[in-house]
């Protein structure tokens, strides 16, 4: 495994990553056995926070792992595979879970990851290099601990909470003229605010304030943003088109999402396979945006009178669509920045990305209860499933718009060569991180290289 380490990153002051893998996995495993014993509902909404504090931390681990791991020029070949892999995990995840269920008990589904972590752990020991990165600081021990983001983690963290419960609320709980909704969107600006004050006065911020000078590095977020927000979208409302409109059981509108999931793996896949081949991203995000626009444009044309193979066929063009782009913005981000930013980039795109999941389900979900909020919009009789498909015939709408943004945001994703092995790594605050040169301008690359 070290050998495949980019001479670039070869650490100058060795940072322990493989105490951390464990620590990550430990939190989450921890979670998933205390989720499986909960005897209340609090307590699995408790555990379930633990469990899902330790997945994001190993989400953006194994991400940043990749970047330290392989130079820019071969890292979209494995973050493809990394999109393939959790695409189809989406598909197979579902099924087995509800398979334990029915044959098992729901705590097993909490449980099963146990004995999964526990090979994962042994992996970690074995394979993965004791030290990676080169410290952003000389400080170790409880002095590192110290200049942990703390206030910066907490602020976001409650602003983030206020807002998906405003956008929650609004429109079905409470109106969203109402004192609570109105009250905690209030909350939820205030903290953010403060959450950026707070980022441009610790010495280790949490989301560097600077890294959004850098135009690639905004884009690449920017298309997180707006990628976590259609995806989840599809999860939520395909299946609950095919299932409210057409009537298909709930078992097949599930595993129906294998014609979007697939093609988001073969997708992601390719697209990885020609930017490593290639050496640009460029004209391969704008491709992808295309796709999925057109993707999109179908799915806002379906009615109560779509089949079903017309929505498998749209949803395979929109799934290829996200693939593309999928580790695009992942690749093109970690390159435009600094090597001690690694992490630091890494977390910022995976929070926008949850970010975008949480305000995409949100806001749509208040779109579907507002267009299906009336006396006869229950069951499946007729007038309920053209109220329902009237009500995802705006939320797939929105989605169009979504795309129409990805696609002017791909024309701003600009190529910034993407390095090869022992060609080192932009440094910090210089011109190399912020601007976006074109590939074609050799004097440029050697000068930054």
Same mark, same amino acid.
């Given at each position: 495994?070290?050998?495949?380490?980019?001479?670039?990153?070869?650490?100058?002051?060795?940072?322990?990553?493989?105490?951390?893998?464990?620590?990550?996995?430990?939190?989450?495993?921890?979670?998933?056995?205390?989720? =499986?014993?909960?005897?209340?509902?609090?307590?699995?909404?408790?555990?379930?926070?633990?469990?899902?504090?330790?997945?994001?931390?190993?989400?953006?681990?194994?991400?940043?792992?990749?970047?330290?791991?392989?130079?820019?020029?071969?890292?979209?070949?494995?973050?493809?595979?990394?999109?393939?892999?959790?695409?189809?995990?989406?598909?197979?995840?579902?099924?087995?879970?509800?398979?334990?269920?029915?044959?098992?008990?729901?705590?097993? &589904?909490?449980?099963?990851?146990?004995?999964?972590?526990?090979?994962?752990?042994?992996?970690?020991?074995?394979?993965?290099?004791?030290?990676?990165?080169?410290?952003?600081?000389?400080?170790?021990?409880?002095?590192?601990?110290?200049?942990?983001?703390?206030?910066?983690?907490?602020?976001?963290?409650?602003?983030t909470v206020c807002l998906l419960l405003a956008?929650?609320?609004?429109?079905?709980?409470?109106?969203?003229?109402?004192?609570?909704?109105?009250?905690?969107?209030?909350?939820?600006?205030?903290?953010?605010?403060?959450?950026?004050?707070?980022?441009?006065?610790?010495?280790?911020?949490?989301?560097?304030?600077?890294?959004?000078?850098?135009?690639?590095?905004?884009?690449?977020?920017?298309?997180?943003?707006?990628? =976590?927000?259609?995806?989840?979208?599809?999860?939520?409302?395909?299946?609950?088109?095919?299932?409210?409109?057409? =009537?298909?059981?709930?078992?097949?509108?599930?595993?129906?999402?294998?014609?979007?999931?697939?093609?988001?793996?073969?997708?992601?896949?390719? $697209?990885?396979?020609?930017?490593?081949?290639?050496?640009?991203?460029?004209?391969?995000?704008?491709?992808?945006?295309?796709?999925?626009?057109?993707?999109?444009?179908?799915?806002?044309?379906?009615?109560?009178?779509? &089949?079903?193979?017309?929505?498998?066929?749209?949803?395979?063009?929109?799934?290829?669509?996200?693939?593309?782009?999928?580790?695009?913005?992942?690749?093109? $981000?970690?390159?435009?920045?600094?090597?001690?930013?690694? $992490?630091?980039?890494? =977390?910022?795109?995976?929070?926008?990305?949850?970010?975008?999941?949480?305000?995409?389900?949100?806001?749509?979900?208040a779109i579907v209860t507002h267009a299906t909020?009336?006396? $006869?919009?229950?069951?499946?009789?007729?007038?309920?499933?053209?109220?329902?498909?009237?009500?995802?015939?705006?939320?797939?709408?929105?989605?169009?718009?979504?795309?129409?943004?990805?696609?002017?945001?791909?024309?701003?994703?600009?190529?910034?060569?993407?390095?090869?092995?022992?060609?080192?790594?932009?440094?910090?605050?210089?011109?190399?991180?912020?601007?976006?040169?074109? &590939?074609?301008?050799?004097?440029?690359?050697?000068?930054?290289?």
């Amino acid at each position: 495994m070290p050998d495949h380490l980019p001479d670039s990153t070869t650490p100058t002051a060795p940072d322990p990553i493989r105490p951390r893998g464990w620590i990550v996995a430990i939190i989450f495993l921890l979670g998933s056995a205390l989720a =499986g014993t909960a005897q209340t509902m609090t307590q699995l909404i408790l555990f379930r926070g633990l469990q899902g504090l330790g997945a994001g931390f190993m989400q953006t681990l194994a991400f940043t792992l990749v970047a330290d791991l392989f130079p820019p020029a071969e890292r979209g070949r494995w973050q493809g595979i990394f999109v393939s892999v959790l695409s189809l995990a989406l598909i197979v995840g579902p099924a087995i879970g509800g398979w334990i269920t029915d044959h098992a008990s729901w705590r097993w &589904v909490f449980y099963v990851n146990v004995p999964v972590g526990a090979l994962a752990l042994l992996i970690l020991t074995i394979w993965l290099p004791s030290t990676l990165t080169r410290r952003s600081t000389p400080s170790r021990g409880w002095a590192a601990v110290r200049r942990i983001d703390g206030a910066g983690a907490l602020t976001a963290a409650a602003a983030t909470v206020c807002l998906l419960l405003a956008l929650t609320w609004g429109g079905s709980t409470y109106p969203w003229d109402s004192v609570q909704v109105m009250s905690l969107l209030c909350a939820a600006g205030v903290l953010y605010l403060l959450f950026l004050i707070v980022e441009r006065r610790v010495p280790e911020p949490l989301l560097p304030p600077d890294l959004f000078r850098n135009q690639v590095f905004v884009a690449s977020g920017l298309l997180a943003l707006a990628g =976590g927000m259609l995806v989840y979208a599809m999860i939520f409302y395909l299946p609950l088109f095919m299932q409210g409109v057409l =009537g298909q059981t709930a078992t097949n509108s599930g595993t129906s999402l294998a014609p979007l999931f697939l093609p988001v793996a073969i997708g992601a896949v390719i $697209g990885g396979q020609v930017i490593a081949k290639v050496g640009r991203y460029h004209f391969l995000s704008v491709i992808g945006a295309l796709i999925l626009l057109a993707g999109l444009f179908l799915l806002v044309r379906m009615d109560i009178t779509t &089949v079903l193979l017309t929505v498998t066929l749209n949803m395979i063009v929109v799934g290829l669509g996200i693939g593309i782009i999928q580790p695009i913005y992942t690749v093109a $981000g970690q390159n435009a920045i600094a090597q001690e930013r690694l $992490g630091a980039g890494t =977390g910022a795109m995976n929070y926008l990305r949850a970010m975008g999941s949480l305000l995409g389900t949100a806001v749509l979900g208040a779109i579907v209860t507002h267009a299906t909020h009336s006396p $006869g919009s229950t069951g499946l009789s007729l007038s309920a499933r053209q109220t329902l498909a009237t009500g995802l015939e705006h939320v797939f709408l929105v989605t169009f718009g979504v795309g129409i943004a990805i696609f002017l945001i791909t024309l701003f994703l600009k190529d910034v060569r993407l390095r090869k092995r022992g060609e080192g790594m932009p440094q910090r605050d210089t011109k190399a991180e912020i601007s976006a040169s074109p &590939v074609n301008d050799d004097a440029g690359r050697r000068s930054h290289a």
